[in-house]
């Protein structure tokens, strides 16, 4: 069973629409107790960070989560800023993440060689995948998907950057460690490629 955690952020009803029309069953999760069964979880996101590990804290979820993900080894994916609270912590704010991947989530204007850019990066982008993994099975390198943020998360390993895209710089924008999973860009706004991504994750 897919459980999209619903801690009160993200668009909770687009996964569930995607995996219908997948024909794969999907549910949500708004407590604790509703987690139970998970065979995959999906953690989305959006907003600031703090903002959403404030939410997911106060839901009562996390902890089950923590159990599930890091004890039980069932697979996760974060989404957007669902990707980013998998590091330790953001410098769009002061919250500890949930430090399930070793690294940090770091602003583009904190790094010197950034362009300049428009902020957020939003629209349409090539994702250059650096390991052929899962995730992207059938999914062509250099495939596009859509992007709606300012901060990206900056990993310790370089091991667990499963795909890069550039904007003013080249940013992870998919991570993997273990059974854990996240992708900056939104794959159910990605038309074909994102949906491949989300039926890749489903049948794992």
Same mark, same amino acid.
């Given at each position: 069973?897919i &459980?999209?955690?619903?801690?009160?952020?993200?668009?909770?009803?687009?996964?569930?629409?995607?995996?219908?029309?997948?024909?794969?069953?999907a549910? &949500?999760?708004?407590?604790?107790?509703?987690?139970?069964?998970?065979?995959?979880?999906i953690?989305?996101?959006?907003? &600031?960070?703090d903002?959403?590990?404030?939410?997911?804290?106060?839901?009562?979820?996390?902890?089950?989560l923590e159990?599930?993900?890091?004890?039980?080894?069932?697979?996760?994916?974060?989404? #957007?800023?669902?990707m980013?609270?998998?590091?330790?912590?953001?410098?769009?704010?002061?919250s500890?993440?949930?430090g *399930?991947?070793?690294?940090d989530?770091?602003?583009f204007? +904190?790094?010197?060689?950034? +362009?300049?850019?428009p902020?957020?990066?939003?629209? *349409?982008?090539?994702?250059?995948?650096?390991?052929?993994?899962?995730?992207?099975?059938?999914?062509? +390198?250099?495939?596009?998907f859509?992007f709606?943020h300012?901060?990206?998360l900056? #990993?310790?390993?370089?091991?667990?950057?499963?795909?890069?895209?550039?904007?003013?710089?080249?940013?992870?924008c998919a991570?993997n460690?273990?059974n854990?999973?996240?992708?900056?860009?939104h794959?159910?706004?990605?038309?074909r490629?994102?949906?491949?991504?989300?039926?890749?994750?489903?049948?794992?």
């Amino acid at each position: 069973m897919i &459980t999209i955690v619903d801690y009160g952020l993200g668009n909770i009803r687009a996964f569930v629409n995607v995996y219908k029309r997948l024909n794969l069953e999907a549910r &949500t999760a708004s407590k604790a107790e509703e987690l139970e069964g998970s065979s995959k979880l999906i953690l989305p996101g959006v907003g &600031t960070f703090d903002h959403a590990m404030g939410r997911l804290n106060e839901s009562g979820m996390r902890e089950p989560l923590e159990d599930l993900v890091l004890v039980q080894g069932i697979p996760v994916l974060g989404i #957007c800023v669902g990707m980013q609270m998998l590091a330790r912590s953001s410098e769009e704010g002061r919250s500890g993440g949930l430090g *399930w991947i070793s690294g940090d989530v770091r602003s583009f204007r +904190s790094r010197e060689a950034f +362009s300049g850019l428009p902020l957020p990066h939003m629209g *349409w982008n090539e994702v250059r995948q650096s390991v052929r993994g899962r995730l992207f099975e059938k999914v062509d +390198s250099g495939a596009r998907f859509y992007f709606l943020h300012s901060y990206f998360l900056d #990993c310790d390993y370089p091991a667990d950057s499963l795909a890069v895209a550039e904007y003013g710089i080249e940013f992870s924008c998919a991570v993997n460690k273990g059974n854990i999973f996240g992708v900056q860009f939104h794959p159910e706004k990605s038309h074909r490629a994102g949906t491949q991504v989300l039926r890749n994750f489903g049948e794992m």
